[in-house]
C-alpha cells in the first residue's frame, strides 16, 4: 500500500455566540493556517471572539481587551510545558460557548455530505 494523498478544504464560520446564526463563511485549502482568515470572518462590530487556538495572537487579543469586550480563545499551553490548571478551567468554559457556533459544522457534514 503506497502513500495515499487527500486533498482537502476547511471551512471557517464566523457565527452570533448568543443565537448561533452564521454571519460569515470562509473556505480555504486545507494547507492555509487558521489565523490567515481571521478578518475575514469579522464584521468589525464584535463584542467578543471565541475561537479554538489556531487563532491565538497576542494582537487580536489587544484588540479585545477594552472594557465591554471578551476575548474567548482556547488557551495553550507553553512550549515545552503543561497548561496552567485555571487555563484547563478557562477553556472548559470557552468550550461551551463555542458548542453553540459547531452547528454549522454539522450542517455541512451530516446534512450537505460533505465527510471524509
Not at 460569515?24 to 494547507?31: D, I, N, V
Not at 512550549?79 to 454549522?104: C, S, T, Y
Request: charged share 30%; no cysteine.
Amino acid at each position: 500500500m503506497g502513500k495515499v494523498w487527500y486533498f482537502g478544504m476547511k471551512a471557517h464560520v464566523g457565527a452570533d455566540a448568543d443565537s448561533g446564526v452564521t454571519h460569515g463563511l470562509e473556505t480555504s485549502p486545507a494547507k492555509r493556517h487558521d489565523s490567515q482568515v481571521w478578518d475575514e470572518l469579522l464584521h468589525g462590530k464584535e463584542t467578543s471572539a471565541w475561537a479554538d487556538k489556531g487563532y491565538v495572537s497576542a494582537e487580536r487579543e489587544a484588540a479585545f481587551k477594552a472594557p465591554g469586550k471578551a476575548w474567548g480563545v482556547m488557551r495553550k499551553a507553553p512550549k515545552g510545558g503543561e497548561r496552567h490548571p485555571v487555563d484547563a478551567q478557562i477553556n472548559r468554559v470557552i468550550a461551551i460557548v463555542r458548542a453553540k457556533v459547531e452547528l454549522p459544522f454539522r450542517v455541512i457534514k451530516r446534512q450537505l455530505g460533505i465527510v471524509k
